[in-house]
């Protein structure tokens, strides 16, 4: 827990911005009781016995000093310190101004807490809402893909069935033989494309085998150029 050195008389080692630990007696007693305190020092003897971490303040001169807790839901979130160089400047009655004071801040405090986490979980629910349309998408994608992949399927059973039966009438030297195996290993690569698609749709069951990473990469080149693009 800080606080925060705002304006007023300038106090060694105290630069306005510089964010101090709330620590000391004077502090914890405001933390745990969680309630306004008034104290009017005198004697810097008597001070840096009770309040050491007061002794600056009382050197520059400033002689009635008066802290509220900042109370949001049973929890002190700050601390507003009040100090004066006139000697008795405060009394309790300011005190219990200077509480309720310090309760509107804090329900002001709070009140911007509760704004920001609502904003937080607004962009966390569009956050969410967009995944879910991508998820959708992607899901709508690969139904897609797996119906396309089965019709394909099914005019390559049958270019493969006649490129096979072609060439068991085709002849070893026959010139129509060398377009044949062309067609043959085309729609073999087409069958592996088939089996990709189907993957990716989750169609196909799939099954462990043993790979080269660097034919299948080559095999996989121009189909993730198109799907990935050059950026």
Excluded: W
């Excluded at 994608?141 to 072609?166: C, Q, W």
């Excluded at 989750?202 to 950026?231: A, F, H, P, S, Y």
């Amino acid at each position: 827990v800080t606080i925060t050195y705002s304006f007023g008389v300038r106090i060694e080692d105290h630069e306005e911005g510089i964010c101090l630990p709330l620590d000391g007696p004077f502090f914890e007693y405001i933390l745990n009781r969680q309630s306004g305190f008034l104290i009017h020092p005198q004697d810097e003897n008597e001070l840096a016995e009770r309040y050491p971490n007061l002794l600056r303040h009382f050197r520059v001169g400033i002689r009635t000093m008066m802290a509220v807790p900042l109370i949001s839901k049973d929890r002190v979130i700050g601390i507003l310190h009040i100090q004066s160089l006139k000697p008795n400047a405060y009394m309790e009655s300011d005190l219990r101004l200077a509480e309720r004071v310090g309760n509107q801040i804090a329900g002001a405090i709070a009140n911007s807490h509760l704004y920001t986490e609502r904003l937080r979980a607004e962009e966390e629910k569009a956050a969410l809402q967009e995944q879910l349309r991508q998820s959708q998408k992607m899901e709508a994608i690969g139904r897609l893909a797996g119906g396309v992949a089965h019709d394909f399927n099914n005019l390559l059973t049958i270019i493969k069935g006649n490129s096979e039966l072609s060439l068991m009438d085709v002849k070893e030297d026959d010139p129509l033989r060398e377009n044949l195996d062309g067609i043959l290993r085309a729609s073999g690569r087409a069958s592996d494309l088939i089996r990709q698609l189907l993957a990716f749709s989750r169609r196909q069951v799939m099954e462990m085998e043993v790979l080269d990473l660097n034919t299948v990469l080559e095999d996989l080149d121009k189909m993730l150029l198109r799907i990935i693009g050059e950026d």
